[in-house]
T-cell receptor, first 112, second 114 residues
Framework: DQQVKQNSPSLSVQEGRISILNCDYTNSMFDYFLWYKKYPAEGPTFLISISSIKDKNEDGRFTVFLNKSAKHLSLHIVPSQPGDSAVYFCAGRDNYGQNFVFGPGTRLSVLP | NAGVTQTPKFRVLKTGQSMTLLCAQDMNHEYMYWYRQDPGMGLRLIHYSVGEGTTAKGEVPDGYNVSRLKKQNFLLGLESAAPSQTSVYFC?????????????FGPGTRLTVT
């Protein structure tokens, strides 16, 4: 049973437009959510996080929204740049310990 | 500042062989993790450590063992490799600080078991 789902395997967006990546979760014990970006042949790099007691966190071009009642997260990238082309992973932290559960990822392509 | 490094980068094993993957971090992080990533799936936690001398099981621990004898190193062992363990393995570390849960990942080890 997938606790973290990213139902769009891929997404294409025009440079300068908004990219919206979605994530759904089932585990009510998650207390933090994190987004990571991954380029081919590299490890994931941290982008932005949000506590389960907040509904929005912003860092530069990246904003994460959390709808706890719907168990839904979204990452907004504005404006999108070609360098943003990568695989994006959503992850939830189980507050029981240091157990992090990752979604399967969404491949974002930003077209020039 | 190298961050998180992993050794080796690539390895091919025959079924039944053993090997150890080494992870090292120079950020003085308390927590360290081992994940595996398979095609079409997210990263799955194998084992993790909350400090020197302590380890705990993650989501998919079977067939793996770990040790954390020094704070900066976290070793992942495969005692008898199986084709199902063909995967990309990532090590990560993070601080011991509430609200700062971001993990820093190494570049990965691509393991093929034939």
């Amino acid at each position: 049973d997938q606790q973290v789902k990213q139902n769009s395997p891929s997404l294409s967006v025009q440079e300068g437009r908004i990219s919206i990546l979605n994530c759904d979760y089932t585990n009510s014990m998650f207390d933090y959510f994190l987004w990571y970006k991954k380029y081919p042949a590299e490890g994931p790099t941290f982008l932005i996080s949000i506590s389960s007691i907040k509904d929005k966190n912003e860092d530069g071009r990246f904003t994460v929204f959390l709808n706890k009642s719907a168990k839904h997260l979204s990452l907004h990238i504005v404006p999108s740049q070609p360098g943003d082309s990568a695989v994006y992973f959503c992850a939830g932290r189980d507050n029981y310990g240091q157990n992090f559960v990752f979604g399967p990822g969404t491949r974002l392509s930003v077209l020039p | 500042n190298a961050g998180v490094t992993q050794t080796p980068k690539f390895r091919v094993l025959k079924t039944g062989q053993s090997m150890t993957l080494l992870c090292a971090q120079d950020m003085n992080h308390e927590y360290m993790y081992w994940y595996r990533q398979d095609p079409g799936m997210g990263l799955r936690l194998i084992h993790y450590s909350v400090g020197e001398g302590t380890t705990a099981k993650g989501e998919v621990p079977d067939g793996y063992n770990v040790s954390r004898l020094k704070k900066q190193n976290f070793l992942l062992g495969l005692e008898s490799a199986a084709p199902s363990q063909t995967s990309v393995y990532f090590c990560a570390s993070s601080r011991l600080m509430s609200g700062a849960y971001e993990q820093y990942f190494g570049p990965g080890t691509r393991l093929t078991v034939t």
